[in-house]
């Protein structure tokens, strides 16, 4: 499961690329070895997303520019 | 007793000097009476209030930058410096600077500002961005202890709660907050980390809300690099900062709403997709499985042997078909033979000698087709039908006289 590359593709990217997949599996006569890898990178999009819709983002964070012009995130209390 | 008697300029001068040493630069407010725009270019007017009048004097040079006419009757205030005028012993307020009094002189830097940044394009439609459909992290900059702040939070948490919220605080009314409110959005602008701002607050009176107004809140939203969302006080405000704005939220709850989408409703269409994916994806195996049973099909027995019946009538009809086509072409070669043989039959010379022709030879063997080739005297051998002559010539008669061909002709 290559969790890196998942971590880089966003929720955006996950609802596209399942649309094309299940759009191509459903208007084009794929090879069956195609229709099957397609497929099961469906899934995994689809589980994907979903995993990435549900999860819940606990807190509200703040906000800091260091005085070196760098920025932190700070728990809000 | 020595009485002092003062001359009327010298008293007026004392006046004067005692009036325009007391009083510094000052503000004054009241209604405008007796206006008077003189051909100077000078404005005379008094400020009265329901007890007591003053005189004032707007020159030129000073009333020109007024964005509007004043009128009698208006709530005015004014800046300037108390003067005696010797010549009337009049004393008179110098004005250098007039504005609409209390929320009247808000509106007017509000409209003057309006002005200036619509028509240097900060509102135009053609820049505002379309909001990212499905952002990972909001931004919010306003009050970290107001109402707006919780509202926005607890909006965004209900409809997504996988969105990442972060807060750049910022002092939302009071002298400063302007500065604070661009430098939060411009802190967002560079960390790069939200997809889309939400810059706002709750209601709150004019003067509340007047930050938002300010010329530095809107710089920064218009240089903004993320898509923002405005969402100041209620309803019916307007303020400069929802015009530079990529979208105008009528309250902080209304932006939540505008910044992130439903995931509930996401989450439908996702599972629909899912659908979809699994209804597609099932085609092409349930066309391969369709595939294989045939194949399957095609290998059993009962099947087997139709096809090795269908096999063998093929075959068949096939035989009887060669079969047929050679006896045909079998016939078709007897008769053409029998055709060759009587071509062949007459030619033999047998066959025409048959017929009561004679055949004539000379001793070595050669055929005699010509007289003049024959001499008187030779020995010629005459082939008969049946046996043959051993003759000698007595005569030769040339061609022309006696031959088939004259006697024919």
Redesign the interface.
């Known amino acids: 499961m290559p969790k890196k590359e998942e971590k880089e593709k966003?929720?955006?990217q996950l609802?596209s690329s399942?649309?094309e997949?299940?759009s191509r599996?459903?208007d084009e006569q794929?090879p069956?070895e195609e229709?099957?890898r397609?497929?099961n990178a469906?899934?995994a999009d689809?589980i994907e997303?979903?995993k990435?819709?549900?999860?819940?983002?606990e807190k509200?964070?703040?906000?800091v520019?260091t005085l070196e012009?760098r920025?932190e995130?700070h728990d809000?209390e | 007793m020595d009485l002092h008697v003062y001359s009327v300029s010298e008293l007026t001068r004392e006046v004067k000097e005692l009036i325009e040493g007391s009083f510094p630069p000052l503000w004054v407010e009241g209604e405008i009476s007796n206006f008077v725009h003189h051909g100077s270019g000078h404005m005379y007017f008094s400020l009265k209030d329901s007890s007591a009048a003053l005189r004032a004097v707007f020159f030129r040079q000073y009333n020109q930058a007024l964005t509007f006419r004043p009128e009698n009757g208006m709530k005015m205030m004014a800046r300037g410096l108390l003067s005696v005028y010797e010549p009337s012993g009049q004393y008179q307020l110098m004005v250098s600077e007039l504005r609409p009094a209390g929320v009247g002189a808000l509106q007017l830097a509000f409209e003057r500002l309006k002005a200036r940044l619509a028509a240097e394009g900060l509102f135009d439609e053609a820049r505002k961005r379309p909001l990212p459909q499905f952002p990972a992290c909001v931004g919010i900059v306003t009050s970290p202890t107001g109402a707006a702040v919780r509202d926005i939070i607890s909006v965004l948490e209900r409809r997504c709660p996988s969105v990442r919220i972060v807060l750049a605080p910022a002092r939302v009314q009071g002298e400063g907050a302007a500065a604070e409110i661009a430098a939060a959005v411009r802190a967002f602008g560079r960390w790069g980390g939200a997809d889309v701002l939400i810059v706002g607050r709750g209601g709150g009176s004019a003067e509340d809300l007047w930050a938002f107004n300010e010329e530095a809140v809107a710089r920064a939203i218009f240089d903004s690099p993320v898509p923002v969302i405005s969402a100041v006080g209620h309803q019916t405000d307007f303020t400069i900062a929802d015009f530079v704005a990529d979208l105008r939220a009528p309250t902080p709850s209304a932006a939540a709403e505008y910044a992130v989408p439903v995931a509930a409703e996401l989450e439908a269409g996702l599972v629909a997709l899912g659908r979809r994916l699994v209804r597609a994806g099932s085609g092409p195996l349930s066309d391969a499985h369709q595939r294989l049973d045939e194949l399957e099909r095609a290998l059993a027995p009962q099947r087997l042997r139709a096809a090795l019946r269908a096999c063998r009538d093929r075959h068949a009809a096939l035989a009887l078909r060669l079969q047929r086509a050679a006896r045909h072409s079998l016939d078709l070669a007897r008769v053409r033979w029998s055709g060759f043989q009587e071509r062949l039959s007459a030619l033999n010379p047998a066959a025409v000698l048959g017929r009561g022709y004679a055949m004539a030879r000379t001793p070595e063997g050669r055929i005699v087709r010509d007289a003049a080739t024959v001499e008187v005297g030779q020995r010629l051998s005459v082939l008969l039908a049946r046996g043959s002559l051993d003759c000698r010539v007595e005569g030769v008669n040339p061609a022309g006289e006696d031959t088939l061909a004259s006697k024919a002709g």
Request: include cysteine.
């Open positions: 966003s929720f955006e609802c399942l649309e997949t299940v599996l459903e794929l069956l229709a099957i397609l497929f469906g899934v689809a997303a979903r990435r819709l549900l999860a819940s983002e509200v964070q703040k906000l520019e012009g920025f995130l809000l």
